[in-house]
């Protein structure tokens, strides 16, 4: 299995690339962590922002393996404590199938993203800067494989 974070957004400060980096590579082949980058829609003051979120959509769309189970990260989604993350991923794990992390650009997912994601995850009731949330990703996936694990990097 392995987790895609599939995300819109310029490129990331060395700092968020290098965090990301750090916390997909502990986690092993087994459920490896890789993101995909796509270009933001094209935005200005005379254009409409649903334009640049619907092609945002049709990148992102392209970018979803036909077979994998698609997470939505929103705002409205549910929040998931680590434990809860944990028994997630080993359901994911036990599925067998691809998982993919939808993370939106500054206006969010369209509704065609929305609509084509089995669950919906928020990572905190604040707005997190994009890098950021990269990161808070890659950090909770591992903390929630080293519960499974038994690890001691999680501590209760």
């Given at each position: ?31 490896r962590l890789e993101v995909t980058e796509l270009p933001l829609g094209p935005r200005g003051k005379e254009q409409d922002p649903t334009r ?105």
């Amino acid at each position: 299995m392995r987790l895609h974070l599939i995300a819109v957004g310029p490129r990331q400060p060395a700092w968020v690339n290098a965090a990301f980096l750090d916390y997909s590579r502990r986690l092993p082949a087994e459920c490896r962590l890789e993101v995909t980058e796509l270009p933001l829609g094209p935005r200005g003051k005379e254009q409409d922002p649903t334009r640049a979120l619907n092609a945002e959509s049709l990148r992102m769309q392209r970018a979803i393996r036909p077979d994998a189970w698609v997470v939505a990260l929103d705002e409205r989604g549910r929040s998931w404590t680590s434990r809860m993350l944990a028994a997630r991923l080993e359901a994911w794990m036990a599925a067998g199938r691809d998982v993919a992390l939808l993370m939106g650009g500054p206006d969010g997912l369209a509704p065609a993203c929305q609509a084509r994601a089995q669950e919906q995850w928020s990572l905190s009731p604040l707005t997190l800067p994009h890098g950021l949330a990269r990161v808070v990703v890659a950090e909770a996936l591992y903390r929630a494989h080293s519960l499974l694990r038994g690890h001691p990097y999680h501590r209760d």
